[in-house]
């Protein structure tokens, strides 16, 4: 690797002195003078037609300004995922804003803005709906029976999508194999649970434009999927990017209500409107979807696998919006091509039913697939006494093997089994005890998971968007402007992109700025998501760096009367090649840049050349080469409470291969916070509804239960394999979903080896594990 | 939507006064109100500890005061933790370490762990842990924010 001066160091977060301040730069903090406030009337029911709607008494109340119901809306139908077009082949197109059928108890019926969010509460209540109801179906399986409720009309036996895949011969791998395992894995519904609620501010003008502030993920999805629903050209919807957001996870990927809802009331007013998520609303705003996996899989004495059958039910909800890519997601990356057996089967099923509707959330299908499959992993070593190392070394891709999903590319860089060693090195594996051996009601357990194959983008996905773009401009003080449409959720893209277009002008991180984008401005990228900030829009950005250098030296050529070939940047200054007395700083060359033609000096009128004219500017819109795999391995030690059924995790060890590490303190930082949320998802969360009305039953952070600094392990240490990915910038690649993927699998195989009895359904509660040891 | 009561308190050390509904929260009017928008609303119930303020030297959730009962108190919020500019040896702490993500969270979590320095201008871990459990963080598994805290408190104890 080449020597680098800003990238690989934890150089201070540019955001941080905001941060730690007080964070002023959050769409929730946004406000516009003359600001209405809206609020939605949601649905006591879970299924059911809207007969009528009488807002004549809300409208009469003092400071409402306007009310709107679906007999207002557009009845435009599409796909509210922001990274995908709104009418994709590969989606289902079942989304309205809002309609005259109710299909999950929540979803809004009507709509008020007034002159403050009290008011507006106030006439929620003041208006008349009538209801009739439906008969309900919460439970997929059951959705997908004859006879069963139907959700949709154009989806037989509710099912949204069915994709399947297949290779070689089931039939004769089963007939091959000395052992069948056959398992069923049940992941329940989590939230993303980031702080910042989602919350927007819709400006209209009187043509018509309208001006959106949001906290999501996606500035140009939020704008193509506006002009959609309300049936309006895109140049018609500016998104002006957040400086930052508080948090999304995956959880604000898609349109939700509010920004439709607060254009359409804005439009009709006038007036900017705002509308801010209450948390209960938040909770019933996006979801993980459940997935239930079969699993049956083949192996040989020596543990080579030989068949796999997959089954895997998704709980879509009542439309299908990510859960129609998720199943996919699931199937591709988080079952079926992570380990190489040579005759596999999968079949997904994404069902509708009277459930919230599910979202996007980090690791997207895949925490459903590991702990599925390395829970039967483990089974398998367990019972057929077999190195679970070597196992998972045996049964998976090595460096330079041909990518498993991705035609023509290879896996260039991939040290999973320098995780899996290294990880096991860490923590000690070796002093690992049989299953249940350890004396008195406090039992250890130490256990592991992996996996072997993800993504640094979606290059490859059908219809899923993957450009990203930069410009980049050098200031007269010799400073750096860059415009990215990159978001910041928090895991730190704004330091990133200062990191690459730092190193590549020669310049300090604190002399770069991410400033102002909106989607009138700035070159359009895809969404922060799927683990491809650093590596998509790293490059992208990268290259409009370089632009820039180009030009810097181009300038310079004239100046200094040299090739531009012949110039290199070191400390600030640009120098000819075996000259080092020769540098000029870059403050000077672009202040010539940026000057008149004819200077007036003491010494009287200097002509200077037109050549070394124009703004030190560059930029690039481009989408990545490829889609690198990261992988990582991830240990835990746990003790369980066999009197209370507690799971206590102890420490933990994660191992991963992520390319060169941008920013070790940032990276870390990945780690332990994937890991409380993947110690949340296999220990105590869930998102739970009332099974007759469907209403969520755990809407605060009372009731869901999320970690907090006393749960989390003392101990949690980050092995970075550094690895060289030819295709990334600065050879990396992705990291942060992995954090996430794995630690449910990693700690239900703990739990095993600490008391010798399988939990198949998460949460891994204390009733859960006092049932599985017979106590209950 | 009521009479307003006339309030008068020390804000972060000044003598403000405003005017709020007797239903308001502090939070309400901290934020909306004062616009001192640095301190945040996580959950408005009292369960995430975003709203953390100090009030007459006790660390609570502003959600869960009302504004009309902070009449002659003072009250300490993230805007007044940075001293003429100087960042207060928490917040340099959490800048060094990386101690934030999305940081919406990180009012909260500052004015939570000073009160406990000035409480205890010791802690160890364990304590650290424990008092820190009344706020929550989404992205760091909290690990950074409690090293944090723990360096804070030993430029503390050496200045």
Known sequence: ?776 | MGNKSHITATINGEARDFLCEPRQSLLEVLRDVLYLTGTKEGCNDGNCGACSVIVDGVLLDACCMLAVETEGSSIETIEGLAKEGELHPLQSAFLEETGMQCGICTPGFLMSAKALLDKNPSPNEQQVRHWLAGNLCRCTGYDKLVRSVMKAADTLAEA
């Open chain 1, 1 to 776: 690797m080449t020597q680098l001066n800003v990238v690989g160091k934890s150089v201070v977060r540019p955001d941080a002195y905001d941060k730690v301040t007080g964070g002023k730069h959050y769409p929730v903090n946004y406000s516009l003078p003359g600001m209405l406030h809206g609020k939605l009337l949601r649905s006591p029911y879970p299924h059911a037609k809207i007969v009528a709607i009488d807002t004549s008494e809300a409208e009469k109340l003092p400071g409402v300004k306007a009310v709107i119901t679906h007999a207002d809306v557009p009845q435009n139908v599409f796909t509210p995922v922001y990274f995908v077009p709104a009418h994709a082949k590969s989606m289902v197109q079942d989304f309205v804003v809002m309609s005259d059928r109710v299909r999950w108890a929540g979803q809004p019926v009507a709509a008020v803005a007034a002159t403050s969010a009290d008011v507006a509460e106030a006439a929620l209540q003041l208006i008349d709906v009538e209801y009739e109801e439906l008969q309900p179906v919460f439970d997929p399986e059951e959705a997908m029976k004859e006879g069963a409720p139907q959700l949709h009309d154009n989806a037989p036996n509710n099912i949204a999508k069915a994709p399947s895949f297949s290779f070689g011969d089931l039939e004769a791998g089963f007939a091959e194999a000395d052992h069948i395992f056959e398992g069923v894995y049940q992941t329940q519904r989590v939230h993303t649970c980031y702080m910042e609620p989602r919350v927007c501010v819709v400006d209209s003008e009187t043509d018509g434009r309208i001006t959106v502030h949001s906290s999501m993920q996606h500035g140009f999805g939020l704008r193509e999927k506006m002009a959609v629903a309300l049936g309006i050209p895109e140049s018609k919807v500016n998104v002006v990017k957040p400086t930052y957001i508080g948090g999304g996870f995956g959880g604000k990927l898609d349109v939700g209500h509010i920004e439709p809802v607060a254009a359409l009331l804005s439009l009709e007013t006038g007036r900017p409107v705002r509308i801010e998520h209450t948390r209960g609303e938040d909770f019933i705003a996006t979801t993980r979807n459940p997935i239930k996996v079969y699993l049956k899989t083949g192996v040989k004495n020596d543990g080579a696998y030989t068949a796999r059958y997959i089954k895997s039910i998704l709980d879509a909800g009542a439309h299908a919006t990510h859960g129609a890519e998720v199943i996919m997601v699931h199937g591709l990356y988080g079952t079926f091509f992570p380990w190489k057996c040579p005759n596999q089967t999968w079949e997904g099923f994404s069902v509708y039913t009277n459930n919230i509707i599910g979202g996007g959330y980090r690791g997207y299908g895949a925490p459903q697939g590991c702990f599925a499959v390395e829970s039967q992993n483990d089974e398998i070593c367990e019972k057929l006494g077999l190195d679970p190392i070597e196992f998972r070394s045996g049964n998976t891709h090595k460096e330079g093997d041909p990518h498993p999903v991705l035609q023509g590319h290879t896996l260039n860089s991939y040290r999973l089994d320098d995780c899996l060693k290294k990880g096991a090195e860490r923590i000690g594996f070796d002093r690992r005890a049989p299953a249940n051996s350890s004396e008195g009601a406090k039992k250890r357990g130490i256990g592991f998971a992996c996996h072997p194959l993800w993504v640094s983008g979606c290059l490859g996905f059908p219809d899923i968007y993957e450009h990203s773009g930069a410009t980049v401009k050098l200031n007269r003080d010799g400073t750096a402007d860059v415009v990215s449409s990159c978001i910041d959720l928090g895991s730190g893209q704004i330091t990133m992109l200062t990191q690459v277009v730092a190193e590549e002008l020669g310049l300090a991180s604190e002399a770069v700025r991410v400033v102002y984008a909106d989607t009138d401005t700035a070159p359009f990228d895809a969404p922060t998501h799927a683990s491809r900030a650093t590596y998509s829009a790293g490059l992208a950005t990268k290259a409009a760096a370089v632009e820039t250098r180009n030009r810097l030296f181009k300038a310079a050529s004239a100046v200094m009367e040299a090739n531009p070939g012949d110039l290199y940047l070191e400390d600030g200054k640009v120098l000819v090649k075996g000259a080092p007395d020769s540098g000029v700083p870059i403050t000077e060359i672009t202040a010539r840049a940026e000057s008149a033609f004819v200077q007036m000096t003491e010494e009287g009128p200097r002509l200077t050349t037109i050549e070394e004219k124009g703004t030190i500017i560059g930029s690039a819109s481009q989408a990545p080469p490829s889609n690198p795999s990261p992988v990582a391995a991830q240990f835990v030690e746990v003790e369980v409470d066999t009197d209370t059924g507690e799971v206590k995790v102890l420490h933990v060890v994660h191992a991963a291969d992520a390319g060169r590490v941008f920013h070790p303190k940032a990276a870390e930082g990945q780690v332990e916070g994937g890991f409380q949320q993947g110690m949340g998802y296999a220990l105590m969360e869930h998102l739970q509804f009332d099974q007759d009305t469907g209403a969520c039953l755990s809407s605060d952070f009372l009731d869901y239960k999320i970690p907090t600094s006393m749960e989390m392990p003392p101990k949690i240490e980050s092995i970075f394999v550094e690895s060289n990915e030819p295709t990334g910038p600065y050879g990396a690649k992705s990291m942060s979903e992995l954090c996430l993927i794995i630690p449910a699998a990693a700690i239900a195989n703990a739990v095993y080896n600490a008391i010798g009895v399988r939990v198949t359904e998460l949460p891994i509660t204390p009733e859960r594990v006092l049932r599985a040891l017979g106590k209950l």
